[in-house]
């Protein structure tokens, strides 16, 4: 077994050459990842999808819910609003317990959406489809990453500047209960079979970004240790064994929203590790004990210290403004106040704790 392991070693050394150093810039991706996805059926669609699409492909769960909400109805909709959605645990309560409660008087109607960063389609095109759901509304506020923050606002479509509203504790490995493929480091999801789940890089480029990029910094931060091979297996070989490798489906992705997909592929699918922001693979151990463990990328899986190299994210939060000079009635911008103003406040902050995350 030793024997096989090292001619693999140098046969990759042969392929991929000597890896670059470690501040050097991260190799490209040239290999596309094997969707990993349930086989149910896909059943047509009665409307063309619009951009953009939160529809996750092979779902029966909205097929059966048909409507087509007009402009016009979406100034009865006191709150729009538009977020990344890996903080969707925190949302729920602080939006259900705390903002609703305390601002019965504004708010009746409202909507949100916790998926990837579609903010900025959100408002240009007045549009979004989910099965045969149509919306065709303009978030009122949005919150994400600072590369959204910095399009909205070079489009001139938020006021003022963004505020930090959280914080996270870096990425990890989500794995099998019981870890049954003994992944320890990131150096061990270069191993030949061990199968690696990502969020898509089309449909979710900022969170693969991150996940991706930690891979490559961490390696190159962290040096292997382990033989006289040691010295060639860098970041870079590391890296392309990953995402570039001719292994069939060695890379998987989820199709539209990874902090579902990634879940599932690891407990039901073809996955054995998960690149994973740390509190939601916390939210996901604790909530499926039964089924996942987690392998910490620096400290442990009950108290991360993220590992040089490994990305700590920050999301923001803005107000909308509507494109080519429109307005919000004044119900929604009172809404859209108040809710930054709570957001802003312990009473968002007080629950970051809770669910692993931080106030920035």
Known sequence: MRLHHTLYISLTVLMLGIGQAANASIPP????????????LNWP?????????????TSNRINDFHSDIKEDACDH?????????????????????????????????????TSPPISLEQILNADLTIGNLRIRCIPTVVAGPRRLMDQLREQGLIEGEP????????????????????????????????RVVTSNPDTEAGSFGNYSSSVYQIAAN???????????FTA????????????????????????????????????????FFYHLARYTRDTFPEKFDIVALG????????????????????KVMKPNGGEFTE??????DRFVADILSEKFTDLLEDYFLDKP
């Open 331 to 336: 119900r929604q911008k009172l809404a859209r």
């Open 45 to 57: 669609r009665d409307i063309e999808p619009a951009v953009p699409d939160l529809s996750e492909p």
């Open 236 to 275: 870079e070989v590391l890296f392309n064994r990953v995402f570039n490798s001719r292994v069939e489906k060695k890379w998987l992705a989820g199709a539209r929203i990874h902090h579902r997909e990634v879940p599932f592929s690891v407990a039901l699918g073809k996955a054995d590790a998960g690149l």
């Open 77 to 113: 909709i006191d709150i729009v609003f538009s977020t990344a959605g890996n903080y969707y645990m925190v949302l729920q309560e602080f939006w259900q317990d705390r903002f609703l409660v305390d601002n019965a008087d504004v708010v009746r109607s409202w909507y949100y959406t």
């Open 29 to 40: 991706i040239n290999n596309s990842p094997t969707l990993d996805l349930p086989k149910l």
């Open 222 to 232: 962290n040096p292997f240790y382990g033989g006289w091979y040691a010295r060639y």
């Open 299 to 318: 400290g442990t899986p009950d108290d991360p210290q993220p590992l040089p190299g490994n990305n700590i994210a920050t999301l923001f939060v803005a």
């Open 163 to 194: 505020e930090p509203i959280l914080r996270n504790r870096g990425n990890v490995i989500l794995v099998k209960k019981g870890n049954p493929k003994r992944i320890r480091t990131i150096w061990d999801l270069g191993r030949l079979g061990v």
